[in-house]
């Protein structure tokens, strides 16, 4: 069964779930379920904010869709904040789910250097389900990405501005 974490349209109420025993008796380690019973840090931040960057991710042979976002102090470089949706499996909403928690209060360089095999290890992630950490890993990457693209692009834009100035002022 497919559950979106996150988007609410999607979202399944309790009812509807694979029970958690199922679950576990399928081969899942205990972090997973947990993970995928109390997903971390799902919603989403306002994507024009130029202190939060998007990173949008899917795998199309499975359809797992994750959508991993940071929110960035400009003054330290530290990462304040991190939320996910995910549309896919329990092992993908799990390692979005770990993903936001790992880049909570570290610098952007730290977070590059989290790997999908380290993901993977925590969650006991299967062979079947590596793709999901692999999602997790390019989510951080992508995040990361759009976030100093913003910020050179703000920067370029205050340099125009302060050119502009520099020649109307002469």
């Not at 999908?116 to 793709?131: D, F, G, R, W």
């Not at 759009?146 to 703000?154: F, I, Q, R, S, V």
């Not at 502009?164 to 002022?169: D, L, N």
Request: glycine share 8%; aromatic share 4%; with cysteine.
């Amino acid at each position: 069964m497919l559950r979106a974490a996150g988007w609410r349209l999607l979202r399944l109420g309790s009812e509807h779930r694979a029970p958690t025993a199922a679950v576990a008796a399928r081969g899942y380690h205990e972090r997973v379920v947990d993970h995928y019973d109390n997903p971390r840090n799902v919603g989403s931040f306002d994507k024009n904010d130029p202190t939060v960057g998007t990173g949008l991710v899917g795998a199309p042979a499975c359809g797992d869709v994750m959508k991993l976002q940071i929110k960035v102090d400009d003054a330290t470089g530290k990462i304040v904040d991190a939320c996910f949706k995910t549309f896919g499996c329990g092992s993908a909403i799990a390692s979005s789910s770990v993903a936001t928690e790992w880049v909570k209060g570290k610098h952007m360089e730290e977070v590059l250097s989290i790997k999908n095999t380290e993901i993977a290890k925590h969650l006991s992630l299967p062979p079947v389900k590596l793709h999901c950490s692999m999602l997790a890993e390019d989510a951080i990457k992508a995040a990361v990405k759009d976030y100093e693209a913003k910020k050179a692009k703000l920067a370029a834009g205050n340099a125009e501005t302060t050119q502009t100035e520099k020649v109307a002022g002469a």
